[in-house]
């Protein structure tokens, strides 16, 4: 794919790069802003130069599935090999950096099975590495303590406590997770304190991590949070609750005013406007002096109007984008959340039937459109209507497998009683990466020749489709609405869902880019005061949101040191 020509080690650099994002991005807001279900009711493929559709349409599925990741074929159209190549060049590289030479004097240890316990692949993949990450900076800048933000049920907090030996606060918004974390912290202290026993080394003390339940809301609610003072022995709590501002200004400890703290802050995957905030909060409290902070779920950043200028809100961050009057919309942040290497990942079958899914939800939605007209102004969300599909297709397969031995059309695949199920999201947006899990192989009683359902069945999966779709909103089957009508109506357009889906993917990691290249002015723009980088910690196959934002301050006293 060849080298990104551009670079962020500057502000002047980073803003040059995002603006070239902005003005690629102007041509194509109608894509950016489509919402696929009225894929057939607005006739959104009308909004796609035509060559580029009727050449895709003929396309294999798996050259569909690659397109995000920028790659194109010879006998394509000039113009779109253009687009795709053009868009893949200003997207920010996500390939995992070497990661000893990114950051000297990382010593990166494999977590052991009792804090590995719970973890599946991708958990203990992220907190082996980010632990070992936000060590290296909090000893750069000789931390006392580490906040953990958005901690979750405790994984990086405990490997950071145990492990590191930091002083660590878990904060999160979920009281089950805070008791998750506190249980489990204590099985893992007792082990310790077991093989310190049994090794006759003497019992040491232990970082147990506090946890804090708490809803951050704001900059002002998480720098309280983070000015308690991790380090004073009289305090015998390691579990709190705050509801709201006023129990927060409770947990400020009066061993706090005589203390001068050295804080990081670290989030793995903070929702949201919770990284944002994170990043704030960094810049705004003394006592933090770095921040380590992977995002996700841009969908949920907030936005702010132009005019509503230096507001919390989550996107623009920087003053310069923010001087451009540029503002994403919904559709565009819910298109950053897509990853290319997911739609890489996904095999031929997987493709065909999660663009069929597509299909039927946009289909849906014309049924929605006719007849429950006042539905459809409430923006409907309808469920994980996919997922049940799978399994009752799966179950079928399973069975058909049991019926048949002997028959020369079979599958290596097995179904296990408890194998992982295809889990989709919410179709009222249509992610892709969400089929990841499905088999690998499909039986052939369940193909149409090497491209999915036949038309019959895949009516009658419509059909099913919508009677769980219309269930779910709580509305009665009507045998007046004419869903043979609609599909008729729908089918002819169905093999264009794939090419049109693909195309809007692949702007996927464009808006992500934007994005964290915004973060990363919003740093940049404070000037020498402190340093800041993005870098891809993670496979990216294995954890698609992996890059990171550290950024530490500069002052007399590191300089000196």
Excluded at 37 to 46: A, G, T, Y
Excluded at 92 to 121: E, H, K, R, W
Excluded at 239 to 264: F, P, R, T
């Amino acid at each position: 794919m060849g080298e990104c020509r551009y670079s962020c080690k500057s502000a002047v650099e980073t803003l040059a790069w995002i603006n070239d994002i902005i003005h690629f991005l102007a041509p194509y807001s109608s894509l950016i802003n489509a919402h696929v279900v009225n894929f057939f009711k607005d006739r959104l493929w009308e909004n796609v130069e035509a060559e580029w559709i009727e050449c895709l349409r003929r396309e294999p599925v798996q050259n569909l599935l690659l397109i995000p990741s920028g790659a194109v074929q010879d006998e394509w159209p000039t113009s779109l090999k253009e687009f795709i190549l053009k868009l893949r060049s200003m997207v920010f590289c996500q390939d995992q950096a070497d990661m000893n030479m990114a950051i000297p004097g990382l010593q990166m240890t494999s977590l052991n099975s009792v804090l590995a316990q719970g973890m599946n692949v991708k958990k203990k993949h992220e907190v082996e590495i980010l632990s070992a990450v936000i060590s290296t900076v909090a000893n750069s800048v000789k931390a006392d303590a580490i906040a953990d933000v958005g901690a979750g049920q405790g994984y990086l907090a405990q490997v950071l406590g145990f492990q590191y030996q930091y002083p660590v606060i878990a904060i999160d918004a979920c009281s089950h997770h805070g008791r998750v974390t506190d249980a489990r912290a204590e099985r893992i202290k007792k082990y310790y304190t077991s093989q310190m026993i049994k090794s006759g080394s003497g019992i040491r003390s232990l970082n147990v991590p506090r946890t804090i339940t708490c809803n951050v809301l704001s900059i002002d609610s998480l720098k309280t949070l983070v000015e308690i003072s991790l380090t004073g022995d009289d305090l015998e709590q390691s579990s709190l609750k705050a509801e709201n501002q006023e129990d927060l200004g409770k947990l400020h400890w009066h061993s706090y005013a005589n203390k001068k703290s050295s804080i990081v802050l670290a989030g793995l995957h903070a929702c949201g406007d919770l990284s944002v905030t994170m990043l704030k909060t960094f810049l705004e409290c003394k006592d933090v002096k770095a921040v380590v902070s992977l995002g996700c779920c841009y969908n949920l950043l907030s936005e702010e109007r132009i005019e509503d200028g230096e507001s919390q809100c989550g996107f623009p961050m920087s003053h310069a984008v923010r001087s451009t009057s540029f503002s994403l919309g919904k559709s565009a942040r819910d298109l950053a959340c897509q990853s290319a290497e997911r739609w890489r990942s996904l095999d031929m079958h997987a493709g065909i039937h999660n663009f069929e899914l597509h299909a039927f939800r946009a289909a849906f939605q014309m049924v929605l459109s006719k007849y429950y007209p006042e539905i459809v102004m409430s923006t409907p969300s309808i469920g994980r209507k996919g997922k049940a599909l799978r399994r009752r297709h799966q179950r079928r397969s399973a069975e058909s497998q049991l019926h048949l031995k002997g028959s020369t059309c079979h599958t290596t695949q097995k179904f296990p009683p408890n194998a992982p199920l295809v889990s989709e999201t919410d179709w009222t947006l249509g992610s892709i990466s969400a089929i990841q899990n499905l088999p690998s192989e499909i039986p052939c009683s369940e193909r149409a020749g090497s491209e999915g359902i036949k038309s019959d069945g895949k009516f009658l999966h419509f059909e099913n489709f919508c009677q769980s779709g219309l269930s779910h909103l709580g509305i009665k089957h009507s045998h007046d609405i004419n869903l043979k009508g609609i599909w008729k109506e729908a089918e002819p357009f169905a093999d264009l869902v794939g090419p049109y889906w693909s195309l809007r993917a692949a702007l996927g990691p464009l808006l992500e880019t934007l994005i964290l290249l915004d973060r990363l002015l919003f740093l940049q723009e404070q000037g020498s005061a402190l340093e800041a980088c993005l870098l891809p910690i993670f496979d990216p196959n294995i954890s698609p949101r992996n890059v990171a934002v550290i950024a530490k301050k500069i002052d007399k006293d590191l300089r000196s040191s």
